[in-house]
């Protein structure tokens, strides 16, 4: 039996889509900042960096998850952390570069068309930066909060498969694999 992707999966493969579009937004803006700034300033170089890093570790994840079926990757342990480290640094990241664009003014000055495109991508820049911030902020939230519902209703194959792949009904009646065979993983749940 072949496992396709549950309504969750879906949910989630779309908030990760979601996610990977407004990082290529940002990627984008940044790069146009930066261009002008001819890659001087710290502050515009951290949502360059941060983008690139987090379009890579993105495409790892949304490939892995639809490469295989029981990727580790797509498990909700490993997403929970993962979110919630990028949503840290993405946090302390915009609260820097925020600052230092504090005397960009909000309506742009009208002259020289290079200035006026600038001023224009740092606004639409700063709005974004705080926008993925948000994305996986709640993504990490919201994941936890239906991972700890789903464990507490009896729902232990949520650890142990991949979320894309999760559904509440699926029990393990020994014609799924979705559990690690290991002779060091012998021992049985404890019984709490």
Not at 4 to 32: D, E, M, Q
Not at 66 to 93: D, H, M
Not at 178 to 186: A, D, H, K, M, Q
Request: charged share 15%; aromatic share 14%; glycine share 4%.
């Amino acid at each position: 039996m072949t496992l396709g992707f549950t309504p969750v999966g879906k949910r989630k493969i779309a908030v990760h889509v979601a996610l990977y579009c407004v990082n290529i937004i940002v990627l984008a803006l940044s790069a146009r900042v930066n261009l002008f700034q001819e890659f001087f300033f710290v502050a515009d170089l951290f949502p360059l960096g941060l983008s690139i890093a987090t379009l890579v570790i993105l495409t790892v994840m949304l490939a892995l998850d639809f490469a295989c079926k029981n990727s580790y990757t797509g498990r909700p342990q490993f997403e929970i952390g993962v979110f919630a480290v990028l949503s840290i640094f993405w946090l302390s990241f915009n609260a820097f570069s925020t600052s230092r664009w504090r005397h960009v003014p909000m309506s742009c000055p009208a002259g020289a068309d290079a200035v006026k495109t600038w001023c224009q991508d740092v606004q639409a820049l700063k709005a974004f930066v705080w926008i993925e911030w948000l994305i996986f902020s709640l993504t990490a939230y919201l994941t936890l909060r239906y991972t700890i519902s789903q464990k507490s209703r009896g729902n232990k194959h949520i650890l142990r498969m991949p979320l894309s792949r999760y559904s509440p009904f699926l029990k393990n009646d020994g014609t799924m694999n979705y559990i690690r065979n290991s002779e060091f993983l012998t021992f049985s749940d404890p019984k709490l």
